[in-house]
C-alpha cells in the first residue's frame, strides 16, 4: 500500500568502531508500505550475503505483490504476503548457504514491518527488534528469539542480569539456518504522531531503551537527526557491532479506498 504521503522515514546504517564490514541491511519502500532491518551472521562475508538477500527477496515480493489489483490490499492480506516473501527469503538463503563453502552456516535476524490500513503489520525472526513511541510512551513491540530472552521468561535472570549475560548473542530462531523458519508475527494500530524504530542489536546491546526513548523525544519530528544520533550514542557506549536504526513518522491516516459493498459490509459488523 502506497503510504508515501502519511509517513515519513529515516534509516541509518553504520559498521560501528571494530567489525571489518557491515553485515546489516536495511529497507523502506513507501509505496509498498515496508520498513525492514536484517542482521547477517556466519561465514566468511556470508552474514553480508545473507541480510542483503533477505531485504532483497522481501522487497521485490511485496511490491511484485503490491502492484495491480493488490495495491489497495488489507492487512490480513498484507500479513499473509508478507510471510510468504520471507519464506522465499529463507528459502533462497539456505539454498545459497548450501551451494557455496564461503557462505556455510550464513543466516540473518529480521524485522519488517508493513503499514496498511491504518495499521502496522509486524513480522520478525530473531533480536532485531520493532519499537513504538506513542504519546510519550516508549514500549517493545517484539520480544527476542533468543536464549536470554527464554531466560528471563523462565525467571532464570532478571532483565537487570541480561545486560550482562554472555548469552546475548544467541539466538533461537534465525531466516536461513534451516530449510523452514517460523515468522512470528502481529499487527498493531497505527495513530497519527506515531513514531516506529526498527533496529538491529548493535544498538540495543550498547544502548539502554531509557535513552533510546530519550533521543527520539529530543529529536521530535526530526528523525534523521534522532537516526545519526541512536548511531553516534552506540559508537560513545564501543560501537562493538554494527548499527541500524530505521524511523518511521506517521504524519496522517492511511485508510484503503473500499467499494460501497464493503462500507455496508463494516458498518453491519
Known amino acids: 500500500m502506497d503510504v508515501t504521503k502519511a509517513i515519513s522515514v529515516a534509516r541509518l546504517t553504520d559498521i560501528g568502531l571494530l567489525r571489518e564490514r557491515n553485515e546489516d541491511a536495511v529497507a523502506s519502500e513507501l509505496t509498498t508500505g515496508l520498513l525492514m532491518v536484517a542482521d547477517g551472521m556466519g561465514g566468511y562475508k556470508g552474514g553480508a550475503i545473507a541480510s542483503e538477500i533477505a531485504i532483497l527477496v522481501v522487497t521485490s515480493e511485496l511490491a511484485e505483490y503490491a502492484s495491480g489489483a493488490h495495491k489497495n490490499a488489507s492487512a490480513t492480506a498484507v500479513a499473509s504476503q508478507l510471510d510468504a516473501a520471507v519464506s522465499k527469503a529463507n528459502e533462497t538463503v539456505y539454498k545459497a548457504a548450501k551451494a557455496h563453502a564461503h557462505c556455510e552456516n550464513m543466516g540473518a535476524t529480521l524485522v519488517a514491518g508493513v503499514f496498511a490500513d491504518n495499521q502496522l503489520v509486524v513480522g520478525h525472526i530473531g533480536d532485531s527488534r520493532l519499537y513504538r513511541l506513542r504519546a510519550g510512551v516508549f514500549t517493545q513491540l517484539t520480544e527476542d528469539h533468543s536464549l536470554l530472552q527464554e531466560q528471563i ?68 519530528e526530526n528523525i534523521d537527526l534522532a537516526a545519526a544520533n541512536l548511531v553516534k550514542l552506540a559508537n560513545n557506549h564501543g560501537g562493538k557491532d554494527n548499527i541500524s536504526v530505521v524511523i518511521a513518522l506517521v504524519k496522517d491516516t492511511f485508510p484503503i479506498k473500499r467499494d460501497w459493498i464493503s462500507k455496508l459490509l463494516r458498518l453491519s459488523t
Open 153 to 220: 521468561n523462565a525467571g532464570v535472570i532478571t532483565p537487570e542480569q541480561a545486560k550482562y549475560s554472555n548469552d546475548g548473542h544467541l539466538v533461537t530462531r534465525a531466516l536461513g539456518t534451516d530449510a523452514e523458519v517460523e515468522l512470528e508475527m502481529h499487527t498493531h494500530d497505527v495513530d497519527v504522531n506515531d513514531y516506529y524504530l526498527l533496529c538491529s542489536d548493535g544498538l540495543t546491546d550498547l544502548v539502554d531503551d531509557v535513552d533510546i526513548h530519550t533521543v527520539l523525544l529530543e529529536a521530535g
